[in-house]
């Protein structure tokens, strides 16, 4: 079974250009997440869907960022404009169930470089 | 405000060694716990989850969890080269809210 999709895995862009990261999560999963690693900050929940309604975006550290789910299988995370700071690896995960209850099962990531 | 702590080590054992890694947390009425498993370049991976007090075994990974205290730790027995790797704790408060993950701690098992 294919696990978690990403794309794209690489990103390079420059200052005040717009990004759109995408994910396909595993089938039959009810749950979606967008993370952003940074070492200085760890893993940062970004937004949280369940059954495609955005739940929790309290992490989503400013309008320039938003994200949708338009389907159960695809969701993408947009940037704009992006700026150096938000230099990343960004995750997305889906799990089974609603929350935290159940195991999150994390795509390859996007690493993105805003130049 | 909910939040995991995590020392960020580096924790460096020798191979064949016990690795011990802990994990507290700030809120009582936390529900699950997990330990996630991340080598570098790569995405987290869920190696053990543990829901009540007490030891969970699973081969050389024993997860121990304390409420009372608000710690939870992982142990690995019999350390290989190939368990360095950042481990992430992440904690559940309320079934319906997403997990809140520590920074990690890297670990390096030297051959």
């Known amino acids: 079974d294919a696990g978690v999709i990403q794309s794209p895995r690489h990103e390079v862009t420059e200052m005040g250009q717009e990004v759109t990261l995408r994910c396909k999560p595993i089938?039959?999963?009810?749950?979606l997440f967008w993370y952003r690693q940074t070492m200085m900050r760890g893993l940062e929940l970004l937004i949280y869907?369940?059954?495609?309604?955005?739940?929790?975006d309290s992490g989503m550290p400013e309008d320039r960022f938003s994200a949708k789910m338009p389907n159960a299988s695809f969701s993408t995370l947009k940037i704009q404009p992006s700026e150096p700071r938000d230099s990343a690896v960004y995750f997305c995960?889906?799990?089974?169930?609603?929350?935290?209850?159940?195991?999150?099962?994390f795509g390859p990531g996007t690493r993105l470089t805003v130049l | 405000q909910k939040e995991v702590e995590q020392n960020s080590g580096p924790l460096s054992v020798p191979e064949g060694a016990i690795a011990s890694l802990n994990c507290t947390y700030s809120d009582r009425g936390s529900q699950s716990f997990f330990w996630y498993r991340q080598y570098s370049g790569k995405s987290p991976e869920l190696i053990m989850s543990?829901?009540?007090?007490g030891d969970k075994e699973d081969g050389r990974f024993t997860a121990q969890l304390n409420k009372a205290s608000q710690y939870v730790s992982l142990l690995i027995r019999d350390s290989q080269p190939s368990d360095s790797a950042t481990y992430l704790c992440?904690?559940?408060?309320?079934?319906?809210?997403?997990?809140?993950f520590g920074k990690g701690t890297r670990l390096s098992v030297i051959a």
């Open positions: 089938s039959g999963h009810n749950s």
């Open positions: 869907f369940n059954n495609n309604v955005p739940i929790d």
């Open positions: 543990i829901y009540s007090n």
């Open positions: 992440a904690v559940n408060w309320e079934g319906n809210t997403p997990l809140v």
């Open positions: 995960a889906s799990s089974p169930a609603g929350g935290g209850q159940d195991t999150q099962y």
